[in-house]
């Protein structure tokens, strides 16, 4: 069965260093998005990306975050300058369309900034 | 704005029994309503998704009902085995474009 994959599971990086997350997307769907829960909090959305660009981004993404498909098959999202409240459970998800169709996750990259 | 709340919280159950989580949000203009399982540490696991034409949605032992009108949807989970112990999550897509608004989601432990 298709699914979402992200890389790395788990990642430790100290405040101010940049750090990039990596997701595959299952291959024929066309909307992608980031998401991200800190612990104890709802799952909340970043942003999310259809034809090459940003459709809508929340309050959270800013001008720090940054999200690029390189290829035909990745999807990243960049951190610039780790701050010590970005640590949380990062999920990548992705649906074949929008509002009407199911949006599958991946299995989560957990980020700390030390 | 959607706000999504889900009732209860936690909820512990011996094995066997069925039982019912709850999901309600503010706004019922919703297009459809997605339930997730996530196990602790774990990604999102798509269970059931119904649409707002639809009434309910089964698969296996779930059960997705929805009321649009009420603004609730209900998950029923028949003969409740320990590996159903999880946090079980609703969403609905904000707009057009698909962005969810989770629910705080129920944590859901079944004994053996």
């Known amino acids: 069965e298709p699914e979402v994959t992200q890389t790395p599971s788990h990642q430790v990086t100290q405040m101010g260093q940049e750090v990039i997350l990596r997701c595959v997307p299952i291959?024929?769907?066309?909307?992608f998005y980031w998401y991200r829960q800190i612990l104890g909090q709802k799952v909340e959305f970043l942003v999310s990306?259809?034809?090459?660009?940003?459709?809508?981004k929340s309050e959270i993404f800013d001008d720090q975050f940054s999200v690029e498909r390189p290829d035909g098959s990745n999807f990243t999202l960049k951190i610039r300058s780790t701050k010590l409240e970005d640590s949380a459970m990062y999920f990548c998800?992705?649906?074949?369309?929008?509002?009407?169709?199911?949006?599958?996750f991946g299995q989560g990259t957990r980020l700390t900034v030390v | 704005k959607q706000e999504v709340t889900q009732i209860p919280a936690a909820l512990s159950v011996p094995e066997g029994e069925n039982l019912v989580l709850n999901c309600s949000f503010t706004?019922?203009?919703?297009?459809?309503l997605q339930w997730f399982r996530q196990d602790p540490g774990k990604g999102l696991t798509s269970l059931l998704l119904i649409q707002s034409s639809q009434r309910e949605q089964t698969s296996g032992r779930l059960n997705a009902s929805l009321d649009k009108s009420s603004g609730r949807s209900t998950l029923y989970i028949a003969a409740s085995q320990p590996g159903d112990s999880a946090t079980y999550l609703c969403?609905?897509?904000?707009?057009?474009?698909?962005?969810?608004?989770f629910g705080q989601g129920t944590e859901l432990s079944v004994k053996p």
């Open positions: 291959s024929n769907h066309l909307y």
């Open positions: 706004d019922s203009a919703i297009y459809n």
């Open positions: 990306f259809y034809n090459n660009e940003i459709s809508e």
């Open positions: 998800a992705s649906s074949e369309w929008d509002r009407n169709t199911e949006a599958f």
């Open positions: 969403a609905v897509p904000y707009n057009q474009g698909g962005k969810l608004i």
